[in-house]
């Protein structure tokens, strides 16, 4: 476990793997499958987080591929957001379901937990997980995270949506947030 994927930073071609994606069975936890107008703009949103990547330290999307082939399996990445008065990370992710239950998602996170702490921009990374869905909730906790209690997310808005909040603590950052 933990050394057979790569993630690798989202490109121009990779709106296949998320039209895969959008498959209902991985949207179901996120508000069902979106139209192609709204992929379009989420591609391009991830094409310029990784463009930005390693510069301004908000955050980029990822592919996940398997090892050893390079076959893209799904889809991982960390971004900013405010989190109880406070700058964090926020991490998500999905595995296309022929790829499912092979230790593909927990490996992936492990692998963005090391990207995000490298940043030394916030202290923490947290993930959301609707309170019903088990495999998502099991990453995290397989990946170190602590649980810190419910929450509520509209998700997409207008859309009420019970969550976990899971949080891992990154390591020291640069001079504040400590
Ligand atoms: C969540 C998801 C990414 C997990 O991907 P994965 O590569 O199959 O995950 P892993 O193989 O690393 O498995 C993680 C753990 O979940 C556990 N798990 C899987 N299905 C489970 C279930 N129904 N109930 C409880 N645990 C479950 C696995 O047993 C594994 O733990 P283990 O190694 O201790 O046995 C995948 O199910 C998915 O894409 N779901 C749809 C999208 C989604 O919900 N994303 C989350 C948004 S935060």
Same mark, same amino acid.
């Given at each position: ?109 492990? /692998? +963005?937990? %090391? #990207? *995000? ?10 993930? !959301? =997980? ?7 909730? /099991? +990453?995290? %906790? #397989? *990946? ?10 509209? !998700? =997409? ?22």
């Amino acid at each position: 476990m933990g050394h057979h994927v790569r993630i690798e930073p989202w490109s121009q071609s990779d709106l296949d793997l998320l039209r895969q994606m959008n498959a209902p069975e991985l949207m179901d936890h996120l508000g069902g499958p979106e139209t192609e107008e709204q992929l379009l703009v989420r591609h391009e949103r991830y094409v310029a987080m990784s463009a930005g990547a390693g510069t301004t330290g908000a955050g980029t999307m990822f592919r996940i591929v398997e090892l050893p082939g390079g076959v893209p399996v799904g889809t991982i990445g960390y971004w900013e957001r405010d989190w109880q008065g406070q700058q964090v990370y926020e991490s998500g992710w999905g595995v296309l379901p022929g790829f499912q239950g092979r230790g593909m998602a927990s490996a992936a996170i492990e /692998a +963005v937990i %090391r #990207k *995000a702490a490298q940043e030394r921009k916030h202290r923490y990374l947290h993930a !959301y =997980p609707s309170v019903g869905n088990p495999p998502s909730n /099991a +990453v995290c %906790r #397989k *990946a170190g995270f602590t649980l810190m209690g419910e929450c509520d997310f509209e !998700y =997409p808005p207008g859309t009420p949506l019970r969550c976990n909040d899971w949080r891992v603590e990154l390591g020291p950052v640069h001079g504040r947030d400590l």
